[in-house]
């Protein structure tokens, strides 16, 4: 079995961001316990389970968008934020 990391509150966010921005842009609300699915050439998020392709980091979590959350790798919060700005950028065609 692999090693899971937390993340703590900004990376935290920044997901919670995207999924709103996926969420928007399928016309819908974000629901923490029903993401909407979706999925391009940067990423993958589906409910409980956000994966970034170009470096296969993917974040998991329990039930609901923000419990028990956990990544399978260490990144820094500057990582963190490079990726989710380009997979933010990708979700309205941004590149």
């Keep these: 079995m692999s090693a899971q990391y937390e993340i703590y509150d900004d990376p935290f966010?920044?997901?919670?961001l995207l999924?709103?921005?996926v969420a928007e842009?399928?016309?819908?609300?974000?629901?923490y316990e029903n993401v909407v699915p979706f999925?391009?050439?940067?990423?993958?998020?589906?409910?409980?389970?956000?994966?970034?392709?170009k470096d296969?980091?993917?974040?998991?979590?329990?039930?609901?968008?923000?419990?028990?959350i956990q990544c399978n790798k260490d990144l820094t919060r500057q990582e963190y934020n490079r990726m989710f700005v380009d997979c933010?950028?990708?979700?309205?065609?941004?590149?």
């Design 25 to 31: 842009q399928q016309g819908s609300k974000l629901d």
């Design 56 to 68: 296969q980091v993917e974040i998991t979590w329990y039930q609901f968008l923000g419990r028990d």
């Design 13 to 16: 966010k920044m997901l919670i």
């Design 88 to 95: 933010m950028a990708s979700v309205y065609g941004v590149s």
């Design 19 to 21: 999924a709103t921005f």
């Design 39 to 53: 999925e391009n050439d940067k990423f993958v998020l589906t409910n409980g389970r956000f994966l970034y392709k």
